[in-house]
């Protein structure tokens, strides 16, 4: 099953012109367009069911907690996870690590123990840990980056040596944001639990492109964000196996949580509950469900392989230009859906003011991942991401304008 061209009419932000050229959307990586079902389910809510959730017993309010809970009830489907109660509502991807950094962490590490990344990390997968050993005494490692001739792929080496039983808790990235490496995240989950650690995957970049199964998988705890798979911003998602869940304290405290308050003290309700203090995000937990829906009516494989097509395609493209530092795995190796390059005659930023210009729209900076840029010897690059309302023809148009900002640069 393929992806059918004509879906592009269902993203409205799609249909205008910039610089005078037709808008060509390469910056998926850090935020997806949104199909016209998301944005009318956002709509419908705030016109008819706007209500506060779970404890009103007039009918919007019980209609907007029926699609709340409908909305958790499909994220859990969408991963494959074991009972809705391990979906808890969050900010996004920075709002999930943190929550298991400040909630499981400080309550679970102690002197001597270890927290396990990568070099490849996203700062919202890095600082995190930081500061949590930090406060702990514990000890944060890195499993390193291997070098080009790996496709910039992990040390798998280093990473069981590094994997000790001191390690508790191994946290590492799906889909690099800016490397476009996938790692093995079944494989790397079965290493961290042949110690004795838990695991979280950094599941932003990887979660709408591909199927995604929780279980299958054996991760301990997955972090997403719904804007970067078609879905609002504001709303992201932290999985937890259940008994973990449970036994951690509140990230947050305040209305919604509680069993009983009394001036001495509060009990806590089970997950999900006791992380989703105040009012909820509602109506972008609506709209990510519609998300989910939208996502999985194309085909999760079909847009895998649509997504990664155009990665590999991007990526042989532009290694034709000269003077070019392409990131990640090589051409005919398997990389996701987006390209990370370096001209030593222009830098990222003149390189994306540049392709404004002619409608293509880019990223250019160290992407949070400035550790691994000073490792690679690079202070940014550009960025191509795709998506699934993305072309071949649009890879054509990325590909001219880079052949004109180099032949500006050159003189």
């Known amino acids: ?167 508790k808790l191994f946290a590492f990235t799906h889909l690099s944001n800016t490397l ?29 492109h591909e199927p995604i199964d929780v279980q299958a998988i054996g991760c301990d705890f997955m972090a997403f964000s719904g804007h970067k798979m078609a879905g609002p911003t504001g709303i992201g998602v932290l999985y937890g196996k259940k008994a973990l869940l449970n036994a951690m304290p509140p990230y947050q405290t305040g209305g919604g949580i509680v069993v009983n308050v009394t001036y001495e003290g509060a009990t806590w309700k089970p997950s999900p509950e006791r992380f989703e203090a105040g009012t909820p995000n509602v109506a972008d937990a609506i709209g990510l469900h519609a998300a989910f829906d939208y996502l999985d009516a194309l085909g999760r494989p079909a847009i895998a392989a649509h997504d990664y097509h155009l990665g590999e395609l991007a990526c042989t493209a532009l ?30 930023h003149d390189v994306v003011t540049f392709a404004d210009q002619d409608g293509v729209a880019l990223r250019g900076g160290h992407h949070c991942n400035q550790p691994l840029m000073r490792k690679l010897g690079l202070a940014s690059t550009t960025r191509a991401s795709f998506y699934v309302y993305n072309t071949e023809a649009e890879i054509e148009i990325l590909v001219k304008s880079m052949r004109r ?6 003189g």
């Open 1 to 167: 099953m393929s992806l059918s061209p004509n879906l592009r009419i269902d993203f409205p932000a799609l249909d205008q012109h910039v610089g005078g050229k037709p808008l060509v959307y390469l910056d998926n990586g850090a935020t997806t367009q949104k199909p016209r079902s998301v944005i009318d389910a956002v709509a419908r809510f705030y016109e008819r069911d706007n209500s506060n959730v779970h404890r009103g017993l007039h009918a919007l309010s019980m209609r907007a907690t029926d699609g709340y809970e409908a909305a958790r009830a499909r994220a859990a489907q969408f991963i494959n996870a074991a009972d809705p109660a391990e979906i808890i509502f969050t900010r996004g991807t920075t709002e999930s690590v943190n929550l298991v950094a400040s909630s499981w962490g400080n309550t679970n590490l102690k002197p001597g123990d270890v927290i396990l990344t990568t070099e490849m990390e996203h700062h919202s997968n890095l600082v995190p840990w930081q500061q949590l050993a930090a406060r702990t005494g514990a000890t944060l490692k890195y499993v390193p980056v291997a070098g080009a001739d790996a496709e910039h792929g992990l040390d798998l080496d280093a990473l069981d040596k590094l994997l000790t039983p001191q390690v």
């Open 180 to 208: 476009g490496v996938l790692n093995e995240a079944t494989a790397l989950c079965a290493k961290a639990r042949a110690v004795g650690a838990l695991t979280l995957i950094d599941a932003a970049q990887s979660i709408g």
């Open 405 to 410: 900002i180099l032949k500006f640069f050159a």
């Open 319 to 348: 290694a034709e230009l000269p003077g070019i530092r392409i990131l990640g795995p090589k051409s005919g190796q398997k990389r996701g859906g987006l390209v990370s390059f370096a001209f030593a005659e222009a830098h990222a």
